[in-house]
């Protein structure tokens, strides 16, 4: 009765309790184990185990509907949850496993090995008296596990070595998995060793890296984890072990060049993974001297190695990043039994705990871009520029102490005629690839202009998901090293060379909409310098369109500078620059909308596909088009314009209203250009000389202004130009000793 009572108190006791820990990672992962196996009955868990090993999980959501753990199928098993059990004839767990001191617990959560390992060394009669202990009890499969050697050691000395070994696994206090914080430091009830304990946020708990397996079964004077290895002691710091391992001394070279193993010396919660001497030896003998002769970038190196956090093997389930000591971070994930880093099976030997940490040895050096030089950081799908930049000797010709940006498309944008171009053209396409400034992403603004080594002007153009280098813009993927930045495009970069009115006149296909562009006074617009960006038609898009109906359009000059200007949006809009398929909308000069999206890789304008897109001007970029535009709510009220129309418009309804009229755009959207003259006149020829300077220079003059000594402002130039008159400044005549008056006057012309 009285152990029915004592089982029964113990029951309702500890219930509450764990239930008001359900915070911590380990008893949320349990929850939710629960929750998958409640059609199974009361108390049952639903467990992964990884197919053809004996590794069991309760899992987290990520793993349970991946069905797989570390990459390898897992099948699901329903067992009694922990402190349950089953009875005869009844579903689920219904039953409370029974309570007893540390010793029989042993036996109930199936730890039989340790059980009758601490029969044999005497542990017994301290694990069913007084106390309040916690065990940390190896699985009889662990023990199975451990190296023969040690084993064979521990048995022949069971009073003395067994003992202690078994007092290792032991604290002198009840700890529950609500009580075993991440980062925590335990004592040992042998020599004050160190357990060092990490909980997880995928809800693994590790006590010197070994898995708690089975948890929270209580005793009568403690309390019983399983775990899945027998654990050893530790003593070492990460910076004594490298300093003793040989077959870590290239390592431990590069750690005190680099004043980075004093650190690894220190207490903390690492881990390391350290590249072997072999792995060393696999690298390149002139990257390795160049590294290790550098120290920012040799402390980069090692630094890369090490996470600030400690990282057990068995605590990995699946990929995530970890950032390193360096700032970059690495991909550490598994592969069945096997630790994979950024996504490489790499690992040799793992969980070599030490007081500070954990230590993995890998057969590869880890190379963070901070430790390469801009020509090294390109990957895979860059490799047809950087193999370029060193056939040209261009790569040859950037010094590790320089500063540079490299602009590199992707190996997709090179053509087989652009790789058969003769050398000397392809070195120059690369040095238009080449900033000798280091920009990252991050410097990079609208409107900035970037010079190349080869002297060309590129600019950069910002949109809401996209940045762009004239016609070519970016993809993921930019880093940073040693002497540089490196941004990945997906074209070549063509600089301009030309404004839009040259390109369209050096082009016969736009030969028409230039004739049209120059009859309604726009070829300064289009001549001068600015920021547009201009659908151009081809002649395709004029086809029936006679000499007669052209002179029609040509003499209604507001009619054409409204087709016209339709075509035209202030701001260089690179087709790219746009994110695929979301419609942006541009107000066009002439006051409608225009409608743009790309949809793979093509940009559509009202629908209409551009036939090609982002030829790149001075002063903006071109984009070609079949077809005429025209706004779909400008209405047409005379029937000869609308006929001529409708010929070159099939695509929408052009709406019709007798008597309307086009409005007028005046040329004042636009700032040209203003040049300044400044003359000095003495003497009697004084009119003659401005007469004949009008004449021969000034194309435009909308009113003079005579004055003594006056100089016109900046404002009246402006005013001056739209035809107003300026507010005149009277000043006293100035006269030179023995000679007459002399008038300054500075004059504007476009």
């Known amino acids: 009765m009285k152990i029915f009572f004592l089982f029964t108190f113990s029951t309702f006791f500890w219930s509450p309790f764990e239930q008001a820990a359900a915070s911590v990672h380990y008893d949320k992962i349990l929850t939710h184990s629960r929750i998958r196996a409640r059609d199974q009955g009361q108390n049952v868990c639903a467990l992964q185990q990884v197919m053809g090993t004996k590794k069991k999980y309760f899992s987290t959501c990520r793993n349970w509907y991946q069905g797989a753990i570390c990459g390898k199928k897992a099948t699901v098993l329903y067992e009694c949850c922990p402190g349950y059990m089953k009875m005869d004839g009844m579903r689920g767990c219904p039953a409370v496993a029974p309570i007893d001191h540390v010793y029989g617990t042993l036996g109930i959560v199936g730890a039989t090995s340790t059980q009758h390992y601490s029969d044999i060394s005497k542990l017994r009669g301290e694990l069913e008296g007084r106390g309040s202990f916690t065990f940390f009890a190896p699985s009889s499969e662990a023990w199975e596990q451990l190296n023969s050697e040690i084993h064979r050691n521990l048995i022949d000395n069971v009073n003395i070595e067994l003992y202690s070994a078994l007092h290792h696994h ?104 350290a590249p072997t001497n072999e792995a060393f030896e696999r690298l390149p003998r002139g990257l390795l001297e160049r590294i290790m002769g550098d120290k920012v970038a040799s402390e980069a190196l090692v630094k890369f190695h090490i996470l600030n956090t400690l990282q057990c093997s068995e605590a990995i389930t699946g990929g995530a990043a970890y950032e390193t000591l360096e700032g970059n971070t690495v991909e550490v994930g598994c592969d069945g039994e096997s630790l994979t880093v950024n996504g490489v099976k790499m690992v040799k030997r793992k969980d070599i705990v030490t007081s500070n940490g954990v230590i993995h040895l890998i057969d590869e050096v880890l190379i963070p871009d901070s430790a390469k030089q801009v020509t090294e950081l390109g990957g895979a799908q860059q490799t047809t520029f950087t193999d370029l930049m060193i056939q040209l000797g261009l790569a040859s010709s950037l010094r590790p102490e320089g500063q540079y940006t490299l602009l590199v498309p992707l190996n997709g944008a090179f053509s087989d005629d652009t790789l058969r171009m003769d050398q000397r053209r392809l070195k120059t396409i690369l040095q238009n690839h080449i900033i000798n400034v280091k920009v990252g992403l991050n410097e990079l603004y609208n409107g900035q202009e970037l010079e190349t080594i080869g002297g060309k002007l590129l600019r950069v153009f910002l949109y809401r998901t996209a940045v762009c280098i004239e016609n070519s813009c970016m993809v993921r993927g930019s880093k940073e090293g040693r002497n540089g930045f490196i941004h990945i495009l997906r074209q070549i970069i063509n600089p301009a060379e030309k404004t839009l009115h040259e390109m369209l006149r050096n082009d016969k296909r ?44 040509i003499r209604d000059k507001n009619a054409l500078r409204n087709i016209l200007l339709y075509h035209l949006t202030q701001g260089v809009f690179i087709g790219s620059g746009f994110e695929p398929g979301v419609t942006n909308i541009l107000k066009t000069i002439q006051g409608g909308k225009l409608y743009l999206k790309t949809v793979n890789d093509t940009l559509l304008i009202n629908e209409l596909k551009s036939r090609e897109s982002d030829l790149m001007a001075t002063n903006g970029v071109i984009h070609v088009i079949d077809k005429l535009l025209y706004p779909a709510d400008l209405p047409v009220g005379n029937d000869q314009l609308l006929t001529i129309l409708k010929k070159l418009i099939k695509y929408i309804q052009i709406k019709f209203v007798r008597g309307s009229a086009f409005k007028e755009i005046p040329l004042t959207f636009y700032s040209p250009e203003i040049k300044y003259t400044r003359i000095t006149a003495g003497g009697s020829d004084n009119e003659e000389k401005l007469k004949k300077l009008l004449e021969d220079e000034v194309t435009k003059v909308t009113k003079f202004i005579e004055g003594d000594g006056h100089l016109l402002e900046d404002e009246e130039i402006k005013r001056l130009l739209q035809g107003e008159a300026p507010v005149r400044k009277e000043q006293p005549t100035r006269r030179t000793q023995g000679g007459t008056a002399r008038r300054r006057t500075r004059l504007a012309y476009p």
């Not at 395709?540 to 052209?550: N, V």
């Open 170 to 273: 032991m604290v002198n206090k009840r700890m529950l998995t609500k009580d075993l914080k991440n980062g925590m430091t335990l004592v040992s009830m042998y020599n004050d060793q160190k357990l060092l304990i990490n909980h997880y946020p995928n809800g693994v708990v590790t006590v010197n890296c070994a898995r708690v397996i089975y948890g929270n079964q209580i005793a009568t004077n403690g309390v019983v984890h399983v775990i899945d290895r027998v654990l050893t002691a530790v003593g070492n710091t990460i910076q004594d072990f490298i300093e003793v391992e040989d077959d870590l001394s290239s390592l431990r070279a590069a750690a005190i060049t680099s004043d980075v193993l004093d650190i690894l010396g220190k207490p903390g919660h690492y881990t390391l993974f």
């Open 510 to 553: 736009f030969s028409v909409f230039l004739s049209l562009v120059k009859a309604a006074d726009l070829d300064d617009v289009l001549s001068q310098p600015g920021k547009w960006t201009l659908f151009v038609p081809t002649n395709d898009a004029f086809k029936g369109l006679t000499d007669d109906d052209k002179d029609i359009l």
